[in-house]
C-alpha cells in the first residue's frame, strides 16, 4: 500500500485555512465564555437561595376561633397547611412557609 500525501496548499488556500481557523477559536471562545456566565448565574441564584429563610425564626401567633380544634397540620411547597374542626365546619387555613403570613381559607361546610 502507498502513502498518499497531501499537496502543499496554495498561498490562498494556506491564507483561507488561518482565516477559517482563527473563526473557529473565536466561536470556542465565546461558547466557553457563555457556558462559565450561565454557570455563574447558577451558581449566585443557588447561594442567594439558601440564606433568604431567616424571617421564619420570628415567633408569629396565630388566633384561632373560640372553640376551635386543630385536627391536622402539614406542608404542600412552600406553604403551611392547618386543618381546623370549628363547631362542625371543617376549615383549611393556609399559610405562607417563609413569612408565616397567612395564604388563604378554605371552609367546608354540609349541605342541608
Known sequence: MTDAVAP????EQAALFARVRRMMVIAGLTSALAVCIVLI????????????ATAATSDVTATLPKGARIVSTGTAGERLVVTLDI?????IRTFDAK?????GKLKFVSEP
Open 8 to 11: 502543499e496548499p496554495s498561498p
Open 87 to 91: 363547631g362542625g365546619v371543617t376549615e
Open 41 to 52: 448565574a447558577v451558581g449566585y441564584r443557588l447561594y442567594r437561595g439558601e440564606g433568604s
Open 99 to 103: 413569612t408565616l403570613k397567612p395564604a
